[in-house]
């Protein structure tokens, strides 16, 4: 070959690619063997869906997964360079279905089509590892694997929403839904609530975040990434009082989750998903609720999606009760961008903080009103219109918060405003920490065990300090009520039963004046916390409400005789009877409590006795001879 001919002659890619690749296979140059003794070094790209022909991101994707294979062979590596077919499921059927094939020959026919493609690249790969994940000696090993799994307790059956393709007849993942329609099929994709089984990642949230910050040769927006994906967030759980007025079904409260709960007099509505429980019962008699709700069920259900789109409001009527202000109702809408499950599906607007509910107020007129005010501006003038402001600042227009940090108010929020179980009120606040898929609560009640009977006005010294010992009207003789007005704490129980379980940190207190104690006299424990801790009844309707609670018990006595009509019963036996419901691991506590309250007091009357026994719940009660 002359000089001046070199300069005319082109790289002929066809036949020196074919060339090359049939020496590399004759030779086995990219076969791996497992004796190898030099360093082993793994690479694996996803592997490729059988469509039957490949496209530029295929070739994107491969072509740096070999370039890192080749690298690492030239260093003396012993490289496995693997491919394989995800090739089992629903689309593979249909396409058959379409074509009136059998799904296995269409499939196969597309592996070798695109193996044949993937060839022509002169991709570094050891195709003797071939795999395809329809093969039953691929799948064999998933189905063991899962049972392994099953066995430890790391899987569950449950209910869950799916985007679903009324054509395909399959689930899509969210990324598989565009402009709310599947990718394949371009069929409007459909909310269903389907069985499924999960892998119980999410109970091991707090290890990966943990892991996560021990792998410092990652990228940081990766790291990021992948806490986000993880999704918990640290808030509170808030009950918001129904206006029963306006609540269907005689629904009474609605449970939110919320990261601010320093925002709460910033609010100006509440939104609950399309699936909540109450927006059903308001559909249920609301034709126009209903078609609404529908018309979300065809979003796609991924944050994205949820993001991007317009965000929709129906106004249900429904009126919540501000916890801090019984006289301030918030409207609550259902809306197209509140999941259903994430924290409790439910959550109150703040507009001028959050830039979807500022969207959502400019668009349906709510107005906003800023609580957070950035530092060195002039709350008299800071306003928000379009822009939600999200930074740091000091408390306004936030009554008791006014000039507090944010920090600080979260706090001053979550010690006024304690959500408890009906069994006992943590003697901590009570953090939920809303996952995609649970919520872990913390915290344990305390208890005084008293060594002696309880007298109203007379104190009782313990070693949690002096308490003022009030009666309690509407409940048994000998249940009390101990107040610490300096420390707002309160504790209530039976002192017959021995141990009176401790409402911590409440929100509990007295107004300035002394006015709502002096009107009391004495105090019912179950009320004043529910009216003091800005559950939503205002302070002039705890007496009538007492009143009306000294009737239910009257009526609850009467049950409890009538239960024991028939002979020797013990508490947990006559619950159901006096209640209208069975125990459970809810209810157990208070409802037995409250029974051997009734029973003590009956006993006490003379109108019921007890045989000789161990006592408590095993105890057996008739009525006296």
């Not at 004796?35 to 490729?48: A, C, G, N, S, W």
């Not at 000091?394 to 304690?418: H, P, Y």
């Not at 872990?440 to 208890?447: L, N, Y």
């Amino acid at each position: 070959m002359t000089a001046d001919s070199s300069k005319n002659e082109r790289y002929n890619a066809r036949a020196a690619e074919a060339r090359w690749q049939s020496v590399w296979d004759e030779r086995g140059i990219f076969a791996t063997k497992n004796d190898d003794p030099r360093p082993k070094y793994y690479v694996l790209e996803m592997f490729p869906y059988p469509s039957g022909r490949i496209h530029m991101g295929h070739v994107r994707n491969y072509t740096m997964g070999d370039v890192v294979a080749r690298f690492k062979r030239a260093m003396g590596n012993a490289v496995l360079h693997p491919m394989g077919w995800d090739a089992f499921g629903m689309p593979a059927e249909n396409a058959a279905i379409d074509r009136k094939v059998h799904p296995k020959a269409w499939t196969y026919d597309n592996i070798a089509s695109m193996k044949a493609q993937l060839k022509s690249m002169g991709l570094s790969l050891d195709w003797a590892r071939e795999i395809a994940t329809c093969d039953p000696a691929y799948y064999r090993h998933q189905q063991k694997m899962f049972l392994d799994f099953l066995k430890a307790g790391l899987v569950e059956r449950k209910q869950s929403k799916v985007n679903w393709d009324p054509v395909d007849h399959t689930v899509l993942a969210n990324e598989q839904v565009i402009d709310g329609r599947g990718w394949r099929s371009g069929a409007v994709v459909e909310q269903r609530e389907l069985t499924q089984w999960f892998f119980k990642i999410s109970d091991y949230s707090e290890d990966l975040l943990e892991a996560l910050d021990t792998l410092d040769r990652w990228p940081e927006k990766v790291r990021l990434m992948q806490k986000n994906w993880i999704g918990r967030s640290e808030g509170l759980l808030l009950r918001f009082i129904l206006d029963p007025a306006t609540a269907p079904n005689k629904e009474s409260e609605l449970e939110i989750f919320t990261t601010r709960p320093d925002t709460l007099f910033g609010a100006k509505f509440m939104a609950i998903s399309p699936d909540h429980p109450l927006a059903a019962a308001a559909a249920a008699k609301n034709p126009s609720l209903a078609s609404f709700i529908e018309q979300c069920r065809h979003m796609g259900t991924s944050q994205a999606a949820i993001d991007t789109a317009e965000k929709m409001g129906f106004d249900t009527g429904i009126k919540a009760i501000h916890p801090f202000d019984a006289n301030w109702k918030l409207p609550v809408y259902v809306a197209n961008f509140i999941l259903m499950d994430y924290g409790t599906g439910a959550i109150f607007g703040c507009p001028a903080h959050d830039q979807r509910d500022l969207d959502f107020v400019n668009k349906y007129g709510l107005g906003n009103t800023p609580v957070v005010c950035p530092e060195g501006q002039d709350p008299k003038t800071f306003v928000i219109t379009t822009t939600a402001y999200d930074g740091d600042g000091r408390m306004i227009n936030s009554r008791f918060l006014d000039g507090m940090t944010i920090e600080q108010a979260k706090e001053e929020v979550a010690r006024r405003l304690e959500v408890g179980r009906q069994s006992g009120v943590p003697d901590e606040a009570l953090r939920r920490y809303a996952e995609r898929v649970k919520e872990v609560p913390s915290g344990i009640a305390r208890v005084i065990e008293p060594d002696r009977p309880l007298v109203p006005g007379v104190e009782l010294e313990t070693d949690l300090g002096t308490w003022s010992v009030h009666a309690t009207p509407g409940h048994a003789p000998s249940h009390v009520c101990l107040l610490q007005p300096e420390r707002r704490l309160m504790i209530s129980g039976d002192h017959l039963l021995g141990r009176i379980s401790l409402y911590y940190d409440y929100g509990w207190t007295p107004d300035p004046a002394g006015e709502f104690l002096r009107s009391l006299d004495v105090v019912d424990a179950l009320e004043a916390r529910l009216c003091l801790a800005g559950h939503g009844r205002p302070f002039t309707d705890v007496r009538a409400h007492i009143d009306g609670n000294r009737a239910l018990v009257n009526e609850r006595l009467e049950a409890v005789l009538t239960a024991l009509a028939g002979g020797g019963r013990t508490a947990v036996e006559i619950v159901p009877d006096v209640y209208g419901e069975p125990l459970s691991t809810f209810n157990a506590g208070w409802l037995l409590a409250q029974t051997l309250c009734y029973l003590r007091h009956l006993e006490l009357a003379g109108r019921v006795e007890r045989d000789a026994g161990d006592g408590g719940e095993a105890e057996r009660w008739r009525t006296a001879a």
